[in-house]
């Protein structure tokens, strides 16, 4: 993966050739790469992982982040409660965990800098924690994971 990252000082806009350039001018960079998706209307009136985005390859630069964090929005669920978990498929380990209900439906991990590991590959999980009423589905699911510099 690349990037070609810019910014502006002063009035004039300069291209970083090096991550070092750009933490020298203490410049706050998110970076928020495409994790996937969850098909819309999947059933919560069941417990259980109820689907997996493909996996995504932690990049080196993470040595070089302040934070990361998590963040997931789940809107139109008419029942039950869902976990929205980043799972690491290296390890085989959940490394994190947002819960979203009808009422709850976005939020955003506390720092998981220090559980993301360089190289080792991840995806999200929609897993049903607690079933709704028969019928019960989700809607619109939206991923992010942030990376802070």
């Given at each position: 993966?690349?990037?070609?990252?810019?910014?502006?000082?002063?009035?004039?806009?300069?291209?970083?050739?090096?991550?070092?350039?750009?933490?020298?001018?203490?410049?706050?960079?998110e970076?928020?790469?495409?994790?996937?998706?969850?098909?819309?209307?999947?059933?919560?009136?069941?417990?259980?992982?109820?689907?997996?985005?493909?996996?995504?390859?932690?990049?080196?630069?993470?040595?070089?982040?302040?934070?990361?964090?998590?963040?997931?929005?789940?809107?139109?669920?008419?029942?039950?409660?869902?976990?929205?978990?980043?799972?690491?498929?290296?390890?085989?380990?959940?490394?994190?965990?947002i819960?979203?209900?009808?009422?709850?439906?976005?939020?955003?991990?506390?720092?998981?800098?220090?559980?993301?590991?360089?190289?080792?590959?991840?995806?999200?999980?929609?897993?049903?924690?607690?079933?709704?009423?028969?019928?019960?589905?989700?809607?619109?699911?939206?991923?992010?994971?942030i990376?802070?510099?």
């Amino acid at each position: 993966m690349s990037f070609l990252l810019t910014y502006t000082k002063e009035g004039r806009t300069k291209e970083l050739t090096q991550l070092k350039e750009l933490l020298q001018e203490d410049i706050l960079l998110e970076i928020s790469p495409f994790l996937g998706y969850f098909p819309k209307g999947l059933a919560t009136d069941s417990t259980g992982v109820k689907a997996e985005t493909g996996n995504y390859v932690i990049p080196s630069f993470i040595a070089n982040c302040r934070e990361a964090y998590f963040e997931a929005s789940l809107l139109q669920l008419t029942g039950g409660t869902v976990a929205i978990e980043l799972y690491d498929a290296t390890s085989g380990a959940v490394i994190a965990s947002i819960t979203l209900s009808a009422t709850s439906y976005r939020s955003r991990t506390s720092n998981i800098i220090g559980s993301l590991i360089a190289g080792h590959e991840v995806r999200a999980r929609f897993n049903v924690t607690t079933a709704g009423a028969a019928g019960s589905v989700g809607g619109d699911c939206d991923l992010r994971l942030i990376f802070k510099f």
